[in-house]
């Protein structure tokens, strides 16, 4: 079963104050496990969403129905004057207090599907899960498991539109279909349909709803300025057509490749990596990337950003994680990163606290690619503290969020005892807290 959470967790998160980005400043955005036939991780946005998202969402309108509960322990949808809307469910949910998210019993057994108050069907109740980011719900992840075993998985919008893969018509019915679907219905993800505007044959999932690929397909971010989506897509068929140098339509080889899709359906970044790994998804600054790209020699790693723009170029034996998310106490909006050098043949990836055994050394890179400071060992964060220790010339200093020396290298070792600090200085341990002031 998929995880889902209902929509009072936007009232939840502003309850507890969790406004801003600043959770977590500190390496890679956590990610949600759901099952989709096979493990798959996917983002959440909870504690990581600026205040614009929760400015725009305030004045948002009640769930215009209501879930009734059975006593056959059944669920179905009522209007505010007691009609029944539809029948049969279970498992039910309210999204964003815009949508239900429900199975219902059909021919081929219980399967999934999403509708509004009014019952308009979003996704077609055909599908054996549905996963969507649990604090937005702008975008929903179908899956069907395959007779051979293998899950297909395509990408439907919040008007029910298919994101990927693009259905395809026959040309018998090319003519009338553009003309039901001269625009598409494009909102703001709050019941606003001002922006509507014509796109290339957009195709209801209702219309097509077994357009499905093989495919590991999981939500990578959230651009809240835009109010759009970002995909992680590994493809695991060769499907895809795309174009050549000479713009000729080819078939690229794909398999086992992922690539960033936003949600209109565009490659922002290629099917060509063995792995992209988001590092700042939801904090309204642009998505941040750490791409693994493996030949038969050895396994390299780089920084891109949402569009595809190469900040710390390929190289074996290296880690990037985020150092800060570029939005500080004070104001500062520089993004930070943190480049790791490893061990000779190390495959290490994640957090520096769960891989400083693979780490030689250092740096502290800014978003254009400038180098900030170097250690020589890992720059390792303090439990309790906003601040950092880094090594220069066999002593260890300590820098804060920023990049910016606290205080130059001149212990010879220090021991972090979480709401104690003791650093080392010409053979004697003192604590932290007398040579500057602790948060």
């Known amino acids: 079963m998929v995880i889902i959470v209902n929509n009072a967790i936007k009232k939840i998160v502003r309850a507890a104050g969790i406004k801003s980005s600043s959770a977590l400043p500190f390496g890679l955005v956590v990610l949600t496990m759901m099952t989709l036939g096979t493990a798959q991780a996917t983002i959440s946005c909870a504690g990581y969403l600026p205040n614009s998202y929760f400015e725009r969402i305030d004045d948002n309108e009640e769930f215009a129905g209501k879930l009734v509960e059975l006593a056959d322990g059944s669920q179905q949808l009522e209007d505010l004057n007691g009609n029944v809307i539809l029948e049969g469910l279970t498992d039910a949910y309210i999204l964003m207090d815009k949508y239900l998210w429900a199975q219902q019993l059909g021919a081929n057994g219980k399967n999934y599907g999403i509708v509004t108050a009014t019952g308009e069907v979003i996704v077609p109740f055909v599908y054996d899960n549905i996963a969507t980011q649990p604090d937005i719900s702008t975008s929903f992840i179908v899956s069907i498991k395959a007779p051979n075993g293998i899950t297909k998985q395509g990408i439907i919008d919040r008007n029910g539109y298919w994101i990927y893969p693009k259905p395809k018509i026959n040309q ?14 494009v909102d703001n993800g709050y019941g606003d349909y001002s922006d509507a505007k014509e796109t290339a044959q957009p195709i209801k999932a209702g219309d097509a709803p077994f357009n499905l690929i093989a495919a590991n397909i999981s939500h990578a971010h959230y651009d809240s300025d835009k109010d759009g989506d970002y995909f992680l897509v590994k493809s695991l068929s060769n499907d895809i057509k795309n174009k050549d140098n000479a713009g000729k339509s080819a078939i690229q080889s794909v398999i086992n490749k992922t690539g960033l899709l936003d949600d209109q359906g565009n490659w922002v970044i290629a099917q060509q990596y063995d792995a992209l790994y988001p590092l700042n998804a939801c904090s309204g600054q642009p998505l941040y990337l750490q791409a693994v790209l493996t030949t038969a020699e050895q396994q390299q790693t780089a920084l891109l950003d949402q569009n595809a723009h190469i900040i710390i170029p390929f190289a074996p034996n290296q880690n990037i994680e985020l150092f800060n998310n570029g939005v500080l106490n004070n104001g500062d909006k520089s993004t930070l990163f943190l480049r790791s050098i490893l061990i000779e043949g190390s495959h290490a990836i994640g957090m520096t606290e769960d891989i400083k055994d693979d780490i030689v050394s250092a740096q502290i890179i800014n978003a254009t690619g400038k180098l900030i400071l170097s250690s ?8 309790y503290h906003q601040l950092f220790t880094y090594k ?6 300590l820098i804060n969020e920023q990049g910016k020396i606290i205080l130059k290298p001149q212990f010879d070792s220090y021991r972090d ?21 602790l948060d």
Do not use: C, F
């Open 417 to 437: 005892e979480a709401d104690k600090v003791w650093v080392e200085k010409n053979g004697e341990m003192v604590s932290l807290d007398t040579l500057i002031k």
């Open 392 to 397: 220069e010339g066999g002593k260890y200093g």
């Open 172 to 185: 018998k019915d090319n003519a009338t279909h553009r003309k039901k679907s001269k625009q598409r219905r």
């Open 376 to 383: 020589d060992a890992p720059i390792i964060r303090l439990l």
